[in-house]
């Protein structure tokens, strides 16, 4: 997810990142229906039809339109849904298997790490990171390592309180009331980076933030 999401950013702009992204909800959500017969109620559905209305009017109105990171970014749409679809599986079967019927947070966490390790391993070899980053200067700057770790704790924060938000919730509000942060990240892609943009465009981000919050409402008890 990560490698695809870097890659997809480097042709597109953030505004339009984050909402190419509420393609991931429909994934997860068609996921639920055939994985846990899980349905969703109208407004939801309503929520998911307004953000492909707002991914597919916003690729048409971007003026810096790049088809290769469009692609990168469907990739990590799927790759996305995949996981929180096979981690709510994983946590499902946990209870059937372990004795005390559960596996909390801090193991899925713990594993979820572990497995990830051969994969960024086997990255690290195929495109000669290593070597790059041995000779690489910015490792006798101490802020580096203060950066460095600090991300290393905020991407651990970020695990644990996922795990149990999934765990609290399902895969579609999982990953869908993460819409709201789009709101923030999309404004500050938009002024931070001076990103060329048109009132079409703008309006169509509008409109699929907007879908967003309509979804955390429609999911909220009653």
Request: aromatic share 12%.
């Amino acid at each position: 997810m990560l490698v695809t999401s870097n890659f997809s950013l480097k042709y597109i702009n953030i505004a339009m990142l984050t909402i190419l992204k509420n393609a991931t909800n429909i994934i997860t959500a068609l996921g639920e229906i055939y994985l846990f017969k899980k349905h969703q109620s109208n407004k939801v559905w309503a929520a998911l039809i307004f953000m492909v209305i707002s991914a597919i009017s916003g690729g048409i109105t971007d003026v810096s339109f790049h088809a290769v990171g469009y692609a990168w970014q469907i990739v990590n749409c799927f790759l996305t849904a995949a996981y929180s679809l096979t981690l709510r599986r994983v946590m499902d079967v946990a209870k059937q298997q372990t004795k005390s019927g559960n596996l909390n947070e801090f193991s899925m966490v713990l594993l979820n790490n572990l497995l990830s390790l051969p994969l960024g391993l086997s990255l690290i070899i195929v495109f000669n990171e290593w070597e790059y980053l041995y000779s690489s200067p910015v490792l006798r700057i101490p802020v580096f390592w203060v950066v460095a770790t600090s991300s290393g704790l905020l991407g651990l924060a970020i695990s644990f309180t996922s795990m149990w938000f999934l765990h609290q919730t399902g895969p579609t509000t999982y990953s869908l009331v993460g819409s709201l942060n789009k709101i923030p990240i999309s404004l500050a892609g938009i002024l931070l980076f001076k990103v060329p943009i048109n009132v079409p465009n703008l309006l169509s981000i509008l409109f699929g933030l907007f879908a967003g919050v309509f979804f955390a409402k429609a999911k909220m008890p009653k």
